[in-house]
């Protein structure tokens, strides 16, 4: 009878359940449209407001309207939008964090206002975690950990942080005791769904628009920033990104990267080793400590060089919560820098690395025609592009700006800019160019670098960490020429050093031949050819040991100068072996 009752009141409680899930369908959907209408009127209102003062009102002869009121407008989108995306979180806040980080294109005063979305992410009621994280783990709180605190350590878009303790068998079996535990907000699937499908629709807009879709393809940015977004939010994919990181700077004392504890990370979880230490933006910290924030610059760029070029696996979000600096235990003075966050990595295809090694190259070397050719080969300029006048211009370019740093560019009188903009804005502005899908979060973790490194150091260069890079480069670019020159003319030395035997394979056939006719002028014509063919190899011989000491005179130079010497010998076989000769 209990059984009954009990069977009894389940069936009469179901419907009661299904409708309440029904409602809370029904008011996410709802909510979910709420959030997708306004991003897009936010949108569309920039875009109305954009429209009417860079393009009708100039083509009305008020174009110094729309000049002296930029500053002001831009700044006042950029706060509604930083209120937009703070009240609605999600992909907004990554939205705002990518723009805060574009200092090459936006102003100081955009970005600044933007910046704060770093850090003011409102952080999720901790009844809401404890319950996604123990319907992830398949265990209350109490049993997974010796200790959680409930007070987030840090809280971002897409999760947050929060410190805890290993009990005793995982810190047996890990070697960890402190940990940190991130977990994501509840419904995030469904905000990234909504925010995506607003962002495609925004791309869409942009796609109709000529000046726009003449330089960039705005719904694959759109798909790549989803595919990345959806990288980000399976902590399974952060976890194994975290230990590629690690494994690429096994060798590297400078670097360092959290252990992933394994046992007590899900999709939706992920359990760290607790690495938390100064932060790499906090100079007084870095100064008690006894760090010189200038020294970090350094570090910092040519470990982010490093990514780039060696590993071509980068992390892609190193802002001021990702990264910190670990003084040693020792405490001889000695630090490393330790990266956290791995949901946002940008992996670097080969074309697009020795595009961009070109394109360092061809700086280093104030080189206008080979940046132009990497900007072609990175597929940022069209091939189809005319380019006499932008090499020209980066020519110009070179002479007065080359190598200058952020600092010292500062400090330029702003008619020298003004004054190349005259001349070659048109230029410029009518280039094909485009932004190629793979470089956003590249552009992105650049963009931080040199933010980063500005704010540790006034006077920070970024040419100083790329000038033994672009050094390195240099040489092995020279190592290849000469190894490729040296390789050909011996390739055509041994076909000339063949060349008398082939000749004397010729004769013998024809001794043994049954031909009757008298080949005594053809034997002397042919034994002439081959007096003319050594000499021949041994002018090749000379110019292959020449060039290559001369070569090597800079990385070897004991053994270009050995080269050199001995080039005599094939040269005086060339110029003294058909003396007296018929």
Same mark, same amino acid.
């Given at each position: ?62 174009? !110094? ?36 980080? !574009? ?31 123990? &319907? ?78 003449? !330089? ?22 952060? &976890? ?5 990181? &690690? ?226 480069? %240099? ?10 020159? &040296? ?22 056939? %024809? ?18 050819? @081959?007096?003319?063919?050594? !000499? ?42 058909? @003396?007296?000769?018929?």
């Amino acid at each position: 009878m209990a059984d009954h009752d009990s069977e009894a009141s389940w069936q009469a409680e179901r419907p009661a359940a299904r409708d309440a899930r029904t409602d809370d369908a029904a008011a996410g959907w709802r909510g979910g449209r709420a959030r997708y209408r306004r991003i897009l009127n936010f949108a569309a209102r920039a875009f109305v407001q954009t429209w009417w003062y860079e393009l009708v009102l100039p083509k009305l002869g008020m174009s !110094r309207i729309a000049e002296s009121t930029r500053d002001a407008r831009m700044l006042r989108l950029a706060r509604r939008f930083r209120d937009l995306a703070v009240d609605l979180g999600g992909l907004m806040i990554k939205v705002g964090q990518f723009m805060s980080s !574009r200092l090459d294109v936006l102003p100081p005063e955009i970005t600044a206002e933007l910046a704060g979305l770093q850090d003011e992410v409102p952080a999720v009621p901790f009844e809401q975690i404890r319950a996604l994280a123990e &319907a992830q783990l398949g265990v209350p709180l109490e049993r997974a950990f010796a200790s959680f605190d409930p007070v987030p350590v840090a809280a971002a878009s897409l999760g947050q942080a929060h410190r805890a303790t290993l009990s005793e068998t995982d810190a047996a079996d890990t070697g960890l005791e402190r940990v940190v535990v991130k977990v994501q907000r509840p419904a995030i699937d469904q905000i990234v769904a909504v925010d995506l499908a607003a962002l495609r629709r925004v791309a869409g807009w942009l796609r109709r628009v000529r000046v726009v879709s003449d !330089r960039v393809d705005a719904p694959a940015l759109v798909e790549e920033f989803a595919q990345t977004c959806h990288e980000e939010i399976d902590y399974l994919h952060e &976890a194994a990104s975290a230990e590629r990181f &690690a494994e690429c700077f096994a060798d590297e004392p400078r670097v360092s990267a959290p252990a992933v504890v394994w046992e007590r990370t899900t999709r939706r979880v992920l359990t760290l080793e607790d690495v938390t230490a100064i932060k790499i933006n906090d100079t007084r910290g870095l100064r008690a400590a006894g760090i010189d924030p200038a020294d970090v610059a350094q570090v910092f760029a040519e470990v982010m060089l490093d990514q780039v070029f060696t590993h071509s696996f980068v992390h892609a979000d190193p802002h001021p919560g990702n990264i910190f600096v670990t003084p040693h235990d020792s405490g001889a003075g000695g630090w490393h820098l330790t990266f956290v966050d791995f949901g946002m990595m940008a992996e670097v295809p080969d074309r697009l690395r020795d595009g961009l090694r070109s394109l360092i190259i061809a700086v280093a070397s104030r080189n206008s025609r080979g940046l132009v050719a990497a900007a072609q080969e990175i597929g940022v300029l069209l091939p189809s592009a005319s380019t006499a006048e932008l090499e020209r211009a980066l020519t110009v370019l070179f002479a007065r700006f080359g190598g200058m740093g952020f600092n010292e560019l500062r400090d330029v009188d702003p008619r020298e800019f003004q004054a190349f903009a005259v001349e070659f804005g048109d230029t410029v502005r009518a280039l094909p160019v485009q932004l190629p899908e793979k470089l956003l979060l590249l552009m992105r973790a650049v963009s931080l670098t040199s933010g980063m490194c500005s704010s540790l150091d006034a006077t920070f260069n970024i040419w100083e960490p790329v000038e033994p890079y672009a050094t390195r480069l %240099l040489r092995a670019e020279s190592g290849n020429f000469a190894q490729d020159v &040296a390789g050909q003319m011996l390739s055509n030395a041994g076909v000339l050093w063949r060349l008398p035997a082939e000749i004397d394979s010729v004769l013998t056939r %024809l001794d043994q031949g049954a031909l009757t006719f008298d080949t005594s002028r053809l034997e002397r014509r042919l034994d002439r050819l @081959v007096r003319i063919g050594k !000499r021949a190899v041994s002018a090749v011989l000379f110019a292959a040991m020449l060039i290559g000491g001369i070569l090597l005179l800079g990385p070897l130079p004991v053994l270009g100068t050995i080269l050199m010497s001995v080039s005599a010998i094939p040269l005086l076989h060339a110029v003294f072996s058909g @003396v007296g000769g018929r």
